[in-house]
DNA sequence: AAAAGGCACAACCGCGACGAC
DNA sequence: GGTCGTCGCGGTTGTGCCTTT
């Protein structure tokens, strides 16, 4: 069915901002008749507009309940959470947002919100660490350069001395690097003196695989406007994932400043050839793997300590096979 | 001080849903 | 069941203001 726009048909019909005659005219006609058709209101009302033109203007601006002003820390929450489960649906969020309207909402999301998680490494369709190649990339980079600013990452290079640290920085860098895929032919890894080596070999029963990422699992694609289903168990942005503070362009990495090989000995890497011909084809499961990571990474960075749990969690889940309750944490 | 670029927000457009006939 | 009119939603654009160079 072709149908005409319902405000085409009238070209003279006015367009563009309202006046406040305008906005005057249209409170002043809904206080008193209310807004039964808003096809017919403008005509009533005394305004050359199209009806959408009005309805628009009076649930976006002049409604009386709308409650203008910057958005509170516990609206921007509720908002992101709310779109982690409803996707865009602006007017169901803004539902559970008294006074806020959805084109408020939607604007503020566009403007600020999107923004802001893709600062923090989310995709802020799917609410999940990015997972596509820069992204992980830069955070390689990170792991692997030392800026000469202080800053977070200088706390990797104290830890290194210990070799517990060690082997978590080896393991995060593992795990980044296996995120990125290692089977992506398009794609070349740096020479950041990365070696693809379990850092707890040493271990009984340790086995390291050779992961590898499944395009079509790395980056779930929300169809838009296609509600999420459940909310994402990710949601360890609320503590923030900073990245404020490190400017990781280009110019920023110092590549010739970068950590030093962390384990380079041809024979360990030889050995650790030999045990990636032997795994298993081992499909990583990239959302709570990822979030697992980058939430140990961060804690990490930071300075703190990430929870065993956490440290166990990223390795079994990718040497599923490596009793991480054998080794001393 | 002026120009350029970025940002925030209001408003528009197109389309789908839904109800009335 | 098909057509039409209306409404509401989500994506996009336009514009004014602010900041940076």
């Given amino acids: 069915m072709v149908r005409s726009p319902c405000c085409d048909t009238e070209s003279s019909l006015k367009k563009g901002p309202w006046t406040p005659e305008e906005d005057q005219k249209l409170v002043d006609y809904i206080s008193r008749h209310g807004y039964g058709s808003w096809r017919a209101l403008p005509k009533l009302a005394g305004l050359n507009r199209c009806g959408k033109s009005c309805r628009l ?14 958005f509170s820390e516990e609206e921007e929450r509720i908002i992101i959470n ?4 409803l996707g865009n649906k602006w007017s169901k969020i803004a539902s559970h947002l008294p006074g806020r309207t959805d084109n408020e909402i939607k604007n503020f999301w566009n403007t600020h919100i999107r923004k802001k998680l893709l600062q923090m490494g989310i995709d802020p369709i799917t609410h999940k660490p990015r997972t596509d190649l820069n992204h992980l990339l830069n955070l390689s980079q990170m792991l692997f350069s030392s800026p000469l600013t202080s ?3 200088d706390n990797a290079l104290k830890l290194q001395t210990d070799a517990t640290q060690l082997a978590k920085i080896q393991l995060l860098q593992n795990l980044l ?19 693809n080596f ?4 040493h271990q009984p029963n340790v086995m390291a695989h050779e992961t590898t990422v499944n395009p079509s699992s790395v980056s779930p694609q929300a169809t838009s406007g296609e509600p999420q289903g459940v909310a994402n168990s990710w949601s360890w942005f ?9 400017d990781v362009s280009n110019n920023n990495i110092q590549q010739e400043n970068k950590l030093p090989p962390l384990i380079s000995e041809a024979s360990t890497i030889s050995k650790m050839e030999k ?10 499961s990239t959302g709570s793997q990822t979030s697992a990571t980058f939430e140990a990474l961060e804690k990490f960075m930071n300075g703190d300590e990430a929870s065993d749990s956490y440290w166990k969690e990223i390795l079994d889940s990718t040497w599923p096979s490596s009793s991480s309750s054998q080794i001393s944490w």
């Fill in 238 to 246: 609320e503590g923030g994932f900073h990245m404020e503070g490190l």
């Fill in 151 to 153: 800053s977070p990452w």
């Fill in 177 to 195: 690097l296996q995120l990125m895929g290692t089977n992506n032919t398009n794609y070349s890894l740096p020479n950041l003196g990365f070696q």
């Fill in 275 to 284: 045990k990636n011909e032997q795994a298993d084809d081992h499909q990583l």
């Fill in 82 to 85: 709310l779109h982690s489960v």
């Fill in 57 to 70: 203007r009076w649930t976006n601006y002049l409604r009386p309940d709308i409650k203008r002003g910057r």
């Fill in 198 to 201: 379990n850092p707890f070999e």
